[in-house]
């Protein structure tokens, strides 16, 4: 019986014969995948260059139009209702919207030829109807509606060519949409935006060039904004967790432990505007009757009451910087105690017996131990340290040289209405944060590898 069992089976295909077919099927999905990547970036090409011959075009009188509703009615209406119809109203229209796209995503990746034609109408009718809701002019509905087709055809066709199988992008794309659009207006849409309003003029009409940049580097206010938020970006960080440190290793062998790293954390609990008034009454400075502890300590000595927040150069923002270590010591604290205390314990006890002394246990153990986390307080502080807005504002109010780039760029917006100067010192202040943000994603990938 074997025999036979044996003699029925097929013979096997040679190996020579399997090999040239996976890699002639390879080649061909290589191909493919090449001419869908090529169709597609032409089609985005086409999208940029359409929407620039919008946005360039010579503007016109002409009203906007819409498909007899837009977003813009629809929240002047909603406006003018009740409030207690106004929430239920809301989460209807929520619910729907989010319905539909739940709706689509179940049927997306259906086959057949029900399941195809509610793609393609999807793929085309969502993109046109979320522009037109937008309420184009009158002169900019062709480009509207081709950039919109153009975009839908992208989805299908790099949908429909899909590795995976078509309804797999379309898909990927629905999850995707809500919240890339939120991403694409609240944080892509303003950068954009004010990169371009920082080469235009106060009224934001004309093109000036590199001018708000020169005035950024030359003129006193700009000036003294990037010098001074330098100084607060190297001095706060470096204070705050190297203190933080200190009383994370010393507390944690003192008794009253727990007591201690609350009094020492509340400050963090405080609001910046709180912690500038209470800091003001400390630099209090007057004639008479001194109520600020510092000039009380100088009277006390015999010397005169120092106007400590008009003292120039410098000397008032180091007194604000100041302010901010102390209400970031305790967050530095409590991150590096947690840290100290997940340090091996054998690592310590090895390099003791090795001879070595608290101090070099210290920086040869519990530092290395500690590196990620003393990152992560670095560049927290430093990022708070960039925008730091409160404590000028209370304080000082950008007076006497003490101003940052932050209270600066809203300054010139609000008191000046000079948006191109405020663009310019927005952008300076993006390129200040920006080496951070590279640094942590280079530690992040470096973690990765590790793990």
């Not at 299908?156 to 694409?184: M, N």
């Amino acid at each position: 019986m074997t025999q036979i069992r044996q003699a029925e089976k097929p013979p096997a295909a040679s190996p020579r014969h399997e090999v040239p077919d996976a890699e002639t099927a390879s080649r061909d999905l290589s191909r493919r995948h090449r001419t869908t990547v090529t169709v597609v970036v032409i089609a985005l090409i086409a999208v940029v260059a359409l929407f620039l011959f919008m946005v360039t075009r010579a503007p016109s009188d002409t009203k906007p139009t819409s498909l007899g509703f837009s977003l813009n009615s629809f929240f002047k209406t909603l406006g003018e209702m009740n409030p207690l119809v106004q929430i239920p109203l809301v989460l209807l229209v929520f619910g729907a919207v989010v319905g539909l796209l739940l709706l689509l995503i179940e049927y997306a990746p259906r086959s057949g030829k029900r399941y195809f034609w509610i793609r393609l109408v999807a793929c085309f009718a969502i993109p046109v109807i979320a522009f037109m809701l937008l309420r184009p002019y009158q002169n900019a509905v062709i480009y509207v509606l081709a950039i919109a087709v153009i975009l839908g055809g992208i989805l299908f066709y790099a949908d429909y060519r899909s590795r995976q199988g078509a309804g797999y992008l379309f898909q990927l794309v629905l999850f995707a949409a809500p919240a890339a659009i939120l991403l694409l207006m609240g944080l892509v849409y303003p950068a954009l935006s004010t990169l371009v309003q920082s080469f235009l003029d106060k009224t934001g009409k004309n093109f000036v060039g590199f001018d708000n940049y020169v005035w950024t580097f030359t003129n006193p206010e700009g000036f003294w904004s990037v010098i001074n938020t330098l100084i607060w970006v190297l001095l706060a960080p470096t204070f705050a967790t190297a203190i933080g440190l200190a009383y994370a290793v010393f507390i944690d062998r003192a008794a009253g432990e727990k007591v201690l790293k609350v009094l020492i954390f509340m400050p963090f609990a405080i609001s910046f505007v709180g912690a500038g008034i209470i800091w003001k009454f400390v630099y209090d400075f007057r004639q008479g009757d001194q109520i600020g502890i510092l000039n009380a300590i100088v009277t006390a000595f015999g010397g005169q009451p120092v106007s400590w927040l008009a003292a120039t150069p410098l000397i008032n923002t180091l007194l604000l910087v100041v302010v901010f270590i102390w209400s970031q010591t305790g967050l530095a604290m409590v991150i590096l105690s947690a840290a100290i205390k997940a340090v091996p314990p054998e690592q310590m006890e090895a390099a003791e017996l090795d001879g070595a002394n608290a101090w070099e246990r210290f920086i040869n153990v519990t530092v290395p131990g500690i590196r990620s986390s003393l990152i992560v307080v670095l560049t927290t502080i430093a990022i708070g340290a960039l925008k730091i807005y409160d404590i000028v504002a209370v304080m000082t109010g950008g007076r006497n040289d003490s101003t940052v780039l932050a209270f600066e760029m809203v300054n010139q917006q609000q008191r000046f209405q000079s948006y191109g100067h405020s663009a310019a010192l927005a952008v300076v202040l993006f390129l200040f944060v920006l080496p951070l943000i590279i640094f942590n994603v280079r530690q992040i990938r470096k973690q990765r590898e590790v793990r």
